[in-house]
């Protein structure tokens, strides 16, 4: 039996990247008609024929007001005056004639056009989904596409609904962070706590998740418009434009919405990529203005200096969504970086610096505007294969209880052993293997609820040198908060190879289970705790 022709599909509000799971088992990404991985999110309309991707992004500089832009965030959204400001400059944007929504107006040959979001992004997927066939030479037989988190129900239903419009098979929407937490390998065996950083052309996103027993759930998220890769590229249009008023007394960005002021931003989209990867990168505009061609170079250093300040609404987006998630910043084990943007490295240090050494601050799951898509198909290998179920709901669409706090086996009582974690979706079963003294003839069990334990404040440096040869001692993470159960279970005497297996199991209705065995005899006790109220 052939395999199924199934795709992993992000439609960015900026870029989109379609992507495939290959005969390698290795996510590959479907180059466009014009040999690029990404295919911005554009739709031009000129001389009677309609440009999409790269060719539409081109007509921003000639024809801006038949260009429509933004249309994703658009989908299952009311019109609203800041709505259509945050798109200034491109094709009008006004109230739908039935109040469904906002519409695009554009002009050409035959008049002017009124084109909804629903129907650009039904013809924008068909030219993606036309791209993927061409590339395959199969036809789609179905599509995990990415969603932010911040989708509410009815933009989550706009956009199933443009999919079937545009005969595109939906096999699943799946959230962003979990598409990008799936292509980082994060929703094995080990349970961890992450904290994805998605930095898009119009925006950023973070989301902490919770990956528990192999299941994904978000714990709090939050978002900014405030950075962004656009708002990057002004770091440097604004440098480059001070620069071109210099040598030729012209202001370019007088007007952003001018020729000008496009070339110089779309050139400097290219800038910004080069210095991700090298320490210095030319700006180079063919006239400009005033006839004047213009080209000049920045070094990293330079850009660093120049773009600090716009790191500080990430940080404050981390911190907020630490916040609403309940966790302080020592208690991530990993941070995962995705979106294009993601790639500056002073943006990259700037992340780091909200979290302690200890948390790892990965980019290694490939290039970071493609990590969403290739989780996608990744997800949708595994309903190829059957081990996902088609049609499920939204990995963090489910509003499955969770586990408040964490519970696990008092140490003392400044030390808590987590055996479940806080944000574990239930039910959810953990057991522990504990090991006895020699000659013990009683395994003692305390069970309880914990609490994280608050960092340390920076001592300040003394010159004890013994102080400085000294290993430094890691404080426990957490500490007991509440007493839930004791039990003692008598055994003959222990042996070294003596263990206990300790079973937590907490049900649906937060009921929690504790249960003791020493596997060899066969002995054990029970503790039942009833949920809290």
Known sequence: MAAKTYIGLSLGNDNSVIAIIN???????????DGEHKTPTFIAFSGGEEFHGSQAKHQLVRNAANTIAGFRDMLGQAYSAELAAKHAGCARI??????????FVVGGEAGEQRVSAHSAAVRYLQRLRATAEAYLGRAIEGAVLAVPARFGAEQRRALAAACADAGLPLLQLLSEPAAAAA???VGGARDQ???VVDVGGTGADVTVVAARGGLLAEAG???????????LDAVLARHFAADFRKQHGVDVLADPHSRAARKLLQAVEVTKRTLSAA???PCAVESLAAGADYNASI??????ILAKAAYAPLQAAIDDALRAAGYSADQIDQVLLCGGAARVRRLQAAVAARFPAATRVRDDAGELDEVVAAGCAAQAALIAQGAVPPQQPDAFGVAARVLAAPVGLRISADCLEPVLLKNTPLPAARTVRVA??????????????????????DESDDDDEDDVASEPELPPRYRPSRLLAEMVLELDAATDATRVDVEFFVGTDAKLTVTATEPASGKSITAEIPASS
Not at 23 to 33: F, Y
Not at 221 to 231: I, K, N, P, Q, Y
Not at 436 to 457: D, I
């Open 299 to 304: 070094n990293r250093t330079r850009f660093d």
């Open 436 to 457: 006895l003294p020699a000659g013990e003839t009683r395994a003692y069990v305390a069970v309880s609820e914990g609490e994280p334990v608050p960092p340390r404040a």
């Open 221 to 231: 998220r939050a978002h900014t418009d405030a950075l962004s890769g656009r708002a």
């Open 23 to 33: 005969k390698e088992h290795r996510a590959e990404v479907i180059a466009n008609e």
């Open 279 to 281: 320490p210095a990168a």
């Open 94 to 103: 006004e109230p739908a004639a039935d109040g469904s929504g906002a519409e």
């Open 183 to 185: 292509q980082y390998g």
């Open 193 to 195: 706590t992450v904290v």
